[in-house]
Nanobody, 127 residues
Framework: QVQLVESGGGLVQPGGSLRLSCVAS????????VGWFRQAPGKEREGFSC?????????EYADDAKGRFTISKDNAQNTVYLQMNSLKPEDTAVYYC???????????????????WGQGTQVTVSS
């Protein structure tokens, strides 16, 4: 049974940084595609970054995340990270990681292709 646990969220001022973690059990994250998603109050869940299986460099970001967010993996810890810099109030949301065994090159963040989801971690960007 796949279990994903996100952590690292919190309250941060605009311009600040956070590093989110997605720790997995029941799946080897280096063998699957991992996506990061977020859901702001009153809005639909949206994907914005993904990383493919293996070390192929198969990484994608939505336009708003490019240059500010970095997705990475620590295979020894079976963890995917999301480093978020230059945070804005509009980044406030619950952040989720998800996995799918279906490979895509380039990786994708269509919600419907992901099978397993974490419970989310709240990120609040406010002064």
């Amino acid at each position: 049974q796949v279990q994903l646990v996100e952590s690292g969220g919190g309250l941060v001022q605009p311009g600040g940084s956070l590093r989110l973690s997605c720790v997995a059990s029941g799946v080897i994250l280096d063998h699957v595609m991992v996506g990061w998603f977020r859901q702001a109050p009153g809005k639909e869940r949206e994907g914005f970054s993904c990383i493919g299986a293996g070390g192929s460099g198969n990484i994608e970001y939505a336009d708003d995340a490019k240059g500010r967010f970095t997705i990475s993996k620590d295979n020894a810890q079976n963890t995917v990270y999301l480093q978020m810099n230059s945070l804005k109030p509009e980044d406030t949301a619950v952040y989720y990681c998800a996995t799918t065994e279906i490979p895509h090159v380039p990786c994708r963040w269509d919600l419907g292709i992901y099978d397993d989801w974490g419970q989310g971690t709240q990120v609040t960007v406010s002064s």
